[in-house]
């Protein structure tokens, strides 16, 4: 079991690493509630899946591709960041305030969970980033597992479980603070996030086009 160890600290540094997801994920716990930001967490898991099929099924192929094309890769990962939570960002601009209950969901308005589950699936999938990191953890662990399918899935489940845990914990804690915050602060919050994955989608659009 000790070779699968090393999983835990890598899903530990997943879950804690600044970015778009961690953001998100805190924002939604505080606007729509607790439940609301764990289907966002699972649209986030699905997409980790589908970029580590992606990568562990055409590791090579893939590898060469990122390495001869990094540019295009970042550009295109950067159009669709930037684009995404600009879009987002105007709606919210937009929208009038509506009242919040202390549970976190607003009065006069249920979010769709599935639309949740999209959204952080959407979120995660078009953030190139994550896949190159997939991709260097199954370079990286891959030989260490003498390649054996069963013994990666098991080092993916453990990660992902790691991770997934840990997010369950910030859910509820920013779902705690957000007893202490006005709609106009949840607002701001909510602008200032999305401002920020903006200027990550701007900067990988820099890194594509340098």
């Not at 690493?17 to 439940?35: A, D, H, M, Q, R």
Request: proline share 3%.
């Amino acid at each position: 079991m000790n070779e699968f160890l090393p999983a835990i600290p890598i899903g530990i540094v997943l879950a804690f690493t600044i970015g778009p997801v961690f953001f998100t994920v805190l924002e939604t716990s505080i606007s729509k509630g607790v439940k609301a930001a764990i289907f966002v967490d699972i649209g986030v898991v699905l997409s980790d899946i589908v970029f580590f099929v992606i990568a562990f099924f055409s590791t090579n192929s893939l590898l060469n591709s990122i390495q001869e094309n990094r540019s295009s890769w970042y550009f295109l990962g950067g159009v669709l960041l930037a684009s995404y939570a600009g879009v987002s960002l105007i709606k919210i601009i937009q929208e009038k305030n509506r009242p919040e209950n202390k549970d976190g969901a607003e009065m006069a308005y249920s979010p769709n969970l599935f639309k949740m589950v999209i959204k952080g699936f959407l979120l995660n999938i078009i953030n190139v980033v994550v896949l190159f990191y997939w991709v260097g953890i199954i370079l990286y662990f891959g030989p260490q597992l003498e390649m054996d399918k069963s013994k990666i899935y098991f080092f993916f489940l453990v990660i992902i479980t790691t991770y997934f845990s840990i997010d369950l914990g910030k859910i509820y804690l920013a779902q705690q603070l957000k007893k202490k915050l006005t709609d106009v602060v949840i607002k701001t919050i909510k602008i200032v996030i999305n401002t920020f994955i903006v200027i990550c989608g701007l900067f990988l659009i820099f890194k594509g086009l340098v």
